[in-house]
């Protein structure tokens, strides 16, 4: 009895030591320069680049109250070094952080930027975080984002 149970131990020990998840560090996941795209008729944007491709639909329907009108909104996204999408564009009120899921991009973060909406959005990556510029002026103060938020001393 006792060495059917040593044997079971060993065999579940030498399961769970199999088990183990391999891990390769670090790994830096952003884009060096944001991408500009406009939806398709049916809502989907495409980066060949980065080999990403995603509906906007929701998106739009989250921001502007409209999901029909796809075609003439030209989405800014970037994704930084640790894998979430940031995604913005003229007249949006907000910069929307998404997360990778099975197969789809779940929404992490809804950062409110300005009542009167984006005029001229650019999204920059400044490692480890992401500069959002909203004017055409040169020397305009970016705001600073994480995945969390606006960092505390950036223009809001």
């Known amino acids: 009895m006792r060495t059917t149970l040593n044997v079971f131990i060993c065999v579940f020990a030498i399961i769970l030591a199999g088990c183990s998840t391999l891990l390769l560090r670090p790994v830096d996941f952003s884009w060096p320069i944001e991408v500009a795209v406009k939806p398709d008729g049916k809502g989907n944007v ?71 909406g984006l005029e001229a959005p650019a999204l920059n990556q400044k490692t480890p975080y992401v500069h959002l510029i909203n004017e055409n002026k040169e020397n305009a103060a970016p705001v600073v984002l994480t995945k969390d938020g606006i960092i505390e001393g950036g223009k809001k």
């Open 46 to 116: 495409k980066e060949t680049r980065y080999q990403v491709s995603f509906n906007v639909k929701a998106l739009l329907f989250e921001e502007l109250q409209d999901s029909v009108a796809v075609t003439k909104h030209m989405l800014h996204i970037l994704r930084d070094q640790a894998g979430y999408y940031f995604i913005t564009a003229k007249g949006f009120k907000n910069v929307y952080v998404f997360g990778q899921g099975d197969g789809v991009l779940k929404l992490e973060k809804k950062i409110f930027i300005s009542e009167k």
